[in-house]
């Protein structure tokens, strides 16, 4: 572990509040709580204590300190936490009489964290987790971000890869001690089977990516029509707030309304867009356009139509599923929808509903849901298709003096599984991931 600058940051919200968390990490934690005129801290214990001023002795606050020992801290170096009063007044003479000691200087976005990996006390998909959990704005996110930050992720892969070594060492104990009496011949049916049961766990995971996914990211519904369907009546009725404006004016949304929503634990992100028609008015069109852009980039699009606008009910053929919702069903209905509502009435439970059966996971093996990200995606298509090669080999070759060529295969995989814990092609990720933290995480 090479020698750093000492690092401090505001690690709690933003000032007034009732409790000011400041953090450091580095080989001057010791230094910075004695400069504070406090004698001796026992490690991993809460202290109250005064904190008087280096400079003139004068007290600054009255607080709980707590220190930690290298390697046995968040970072894996020396940690130091004051949990002072929430004043901006205290946390900033706090903060410039630390910065004066040599060594110390204030923290980057997300670097703790960064320590706390580079140190080994986090493995890259613990960090992703974290960093999910930090960003967790319904519970279906805090379950699947807890589950990868604090082990489910590296127990599920570390298993896989158990069983993956398992079936190489049998492969590579024919190779190197067939000539031998203590090892049997290798069983090539037993050996198909294994191998058959090892990809299905990984097939299964690559069925469910995308519920994973839309665990993490949401649930994104593109809410389309012609103008003064009501589209705007529907996404305000849905979010309960005055989020688009509502006229008779055809024309009236000209940019991307997007809100975000927890409909029973899941994210779902709508987005409200121009009246989709032709116009001479160019920043309609341009709101149209870009109308066309979002669909492309939902999950489903919402096409609303209605029975007092004509040809509303014509519903464009896209990339993406679409669920037509007839609106005003007070005044009638439209017969090709597939539902009928009335935004008017408030109840559009059946257009959540709707919405949520489409794309949760059901019965799906939750374990699998934590595959969530694109690398996981990239890692797990690896290796189901290098199984796949190998499988079709066993079964078109009986000969065992290509079991080298499967024995290598079987290595391939395993070092996807290496990728999905981030243990190789990590370093272009790093940047992008800790930037993500807020100053003091």
């Given amino acids: 572990m090479a020698e750093t600058n000492t690092i401090i940051a505001l690690s709690s919200g933003s000032l007034p509040s009732g409790v000011a968390v400041l953090r450091a990490s580095g080989s001057q934690c010791e230094l910075i709580y004695k400069s504070f005129l406090i004698n001796s801290l026992k490690p991993r214990v809460l202290t109250y204590s005064v904190i008087r001023s280096s400079f003139d002795g004068s007290i600054i606050d009255k607080c709980l300190v707590v220190f930690f020992r290298r390697g046995a801290s968040f970072t894996g170096e020396d940690c ?69 930050a604090f082990g489910g992720f590296d127990g599920l892969v570390r298993g896989w890869r158990d069983q993956l070594i398992d079936i190489l060492v049998r492969v ?98 709508f987005s409200d867009s121009a009246g989709i028609r032709k116009s001479s008015d160019e920043i309609e069109m341009a709101g149209v356009k870009r109308a066309h852009a979002m669909f492309e980039r939902s999950d489903v699009v919402l096409w609303v139509s209605a029975p ?34 009335s935004a008017q009435d408030g109840d559009l439970s059946s257009v959540t509903d709707a919405i949520i059966s489409q794309f949760c996971a059901g019965d799906a093996d939750r374990s699998s849901l934590i595959f969530s990200r694109e690398r996981d995606r990239i890692a797990l298509n690896d290796a189901n298709s290098i199984l796949s090669s190998v499988l079709d080999f066993l079964n078109s070759s009986t000969d065992l003096r290509d079991l080298e060529l499967i024995a290598e295969d079987l290595r391939r995989v395993s070092f996807a599984l290496e990728r999905l814990l981030g243990k190789v092609d990590s370093e272009i990720l790093f940047d992008e991931l800790f930037s993500g933290f807020c100053i003091g995480k």
Wanted: proline fraction near 2%.
């Fill in 80 to 148: 130091l936490e004051f949990q002072l009063h929430g004043s901006a007044a205290i946390v900033r003479r706090m903060i410039s009489e630390i910065l004066e000691i040599d060594g110390v200087r204030l923290a980057e976005a997300g670097e703790f964290t960064r320590r706390a990996f580079e140190n080994g006390q986090l493995d890259l998909s613990s960090v992703e987790g974290l960093n999910d959990l930090l960003r967790a704005d319904t519970e279906s996110q805090r379950v699947q971000a807890v589950s990868r």
């Fill in 308 to 341: 007092d606008v004509v040809g509303s009910d014509i519903v464009p053929q896209m990339r993406v599923p679409v669920l037509h919702v007839s609106n005003k069903a007070d005044i009638g209905i439209c017969s090709n929808a597939d539902l009928n509502v």
């Fill in 172 to 269: 590579e104990a024919e190779l190197d001690f067939s000539d031998e009496g203590d090892v049997g011949n290798l069983n090539i049916s037993n050996l198909i089977l294994k191998i058959k049961e090892f990809k299905e766990m990984i097939q299964i995971s690559l069925d469910n990516f995308d519920y994973g996914r839309i665990i993490n990211d949401g649930i994104r519904v593109g809410i389309g029509g012609l103008p003064n369907v009501g589209k705007s009546s529907i996404i305000n009725q849905i979010s309960k707030s005055e989020t688009s404006i509502v006229t008779s004016t055809p024309g009236t949304t000209r940019d991307i309304v997007e809100v975000r929503v927890d409909i029973g634990g899941q994210l779902v992100i």
